[in-house]
């Protein structure tokens, strides 16, 4: 069974570091574009940081110059750093991947969502 599990979130006080990973777990050949996002409560799911299969960035300029999104295709796994924590990034963060897949006998690609890991950053 394809899925993804996250891990690392936490409370954190403001100024800190945390890293979240999102390790994707069955039969899988490659991690394609992938990206993290986060909903805080009463708001929209909005994304915070992704990179494209041919590792070009993209990330939301409220997290520019403190989260960095990475990917070990070795470990099949993406991570999230994040750094200079602060109040306002406090969220649930799902990660999301395209997942390329054996099952079977043959190769699949499909989009996958994470359960979600609270980040509490406190003041």
């Known amino acids: 069974q394809v899925q993804l599990v996250e891990s690392g979130g936490g409370l954190v006080q403001a100024g800190g570091s945390l890293r979240l990973s999102c390790a994707a777990s069955g039969n899988i050949f490659s991690i394609n574009a992938a990206g993290w996002y986060r909903q805080a409560p009463g708001k929209q799911r909005e994304l915070v940081a992704a990179?494209?299969?041919?590792?070009?960035?993209n990330d939301a300029d409220s997290v520019k110059g403190r989260f960095t999104i990475s990917t070990d295709n070795d470990k099949n796994t993406v991570y999230l750093q994040m750094n200079s924590l602060k109040p306002e990034d406090t969220a649930v963060y799902y990660c999301?991947?395209?997942?390329?897949?054996?099952?079977?006998?043959?190769?699949?690609?499909?989009?996958?969502w994470g359960q979600g890991t609270q980040v509490t950053v406190a003041s």
């Open positions: 999301n991947a395209g997942l390329t897949y054996y099952s079977g006998g043959s190769r699949y690609t499909s989009d996958y």
């Open positions: 990179v494209a299969r041919d590792g070009s960035p």
